[in-house]
T-cell receptor, first 115, second 114 residues
Framework: ETGVTQSPTHLIKTRGQQVTLRCSSQ?????VSWYQQALGQGPQFIFQ???????GRGNFPPRFSGLQFPNYSSELNVNALELDDSALYLC??????????????FGAGSRLTVL | GENVEQHPSTLSVQEGDSAVIKCTYS??????FPWYKQELGKRPQLIID?????GEKKDQRIAVTLNKTAKHFSLHITETQPEDSAVYFC?????????????FGTGTQLKVEL
């Protein structure tokens, strides 16, 4: 069984640029969530994908978008980068459907620095 | 939406002592309360979780209690060890058939001193 893997691990962008972050979910999981963790803060929910559709969104602007693919992997895209977008972006996968499911497993994250 | 408050923000204990971290939540519909441990530069790792149909859960040195009436839950670590030093996050969510969207607290930096 493989865990949640994310790429790239670190990247540096400049204001106004666009970035794509990638996530492979844990084997057997069908739901992917993305969280933003600013330095010294708790993770904040960005959005979740289930059956290739957005299934809930946090308080993030439309320039944050995502995709889920048939193999349950996912991408997070951020357009028009701002300095405040600098953070650790965490992907978490889970198995939806049932009270005993939905336990999130996190990846190691992608550290984005915007200059 | 849900709001989770966590206290204290930092906690220093002597090795062997107990540590308690407390969280409150605002949405009475929340039914799932996990605790994550995050070491510096590492991913958040689930250490224990509790669902709203139970009041307490234990796993070796770790226990979580839930008071639904007061809308608060706590993490208890007994016989603390240096390797327990990390940031601990509580979270809350209303689990639905379509998924689980966690609202996290702001974290507690636990330091276990020799």
């Amino acid at each position: 069984e493989t865990g949640v893997t994310q790429s790239p691990t670190h990247l540096i962008k400049t204001r106004g640029q666009q970035v794509t972050l990638r996530c492979s979910s844990q084997s057997g999981h069908n739901t992917v969530s993305w969280y933003q963790q600013a330095l010294g803060q708790g993770p904040q929910f960005i959005f979740q994908y289930y059956r290739e559709e957005e299934n809930g969104r946090g308080n993030f602007p439309p320039r944050f978008s995502g995709l889920q693919f048939p193999n349950y992997s996912s991408e997070l895209n951020v357009n028009a980068l701002e300095l405040d977008d600098s953070a650790l972006y965490l992907c978490a996968s889970s198995l939806a459907g049932g009270y005993g499911a939905n336990v999130l497993t996190f990846g190691a994250g992608s550290r984005l620095t915007v200059l | 939406g849900e709001n989770v408050e966590q206290h204290p923000s930092t906690l220093s204990v002597q090795e062997g002592d107990s540590a308690v971290i407390k969280c409150t939540y605002s949405d009475s519909a929340s039914n799932y309360f996990p605790w994550y441990k995050q070491e510096l530069g590492k991913r958040p790792q689930l250490i224990i979780d509790i669902r709203s149909n139970v009041g307490e859960k234990k796993d070796q040195r770790i226990a979580v209690t839930l008071n639904k009436t007061a809308k608060h839950f706590s993490l208890h670590i007994t016989e603390t060890q240096p390797e327990d030093s990390a940031v601990y996050f509580c979270a809350a969510s209303k689990v639905t058939g379509g998924g689980n969207k966690l609202t996290f607290g702001t974290g507690t930096q636990l330091k276990v001193e020799l």
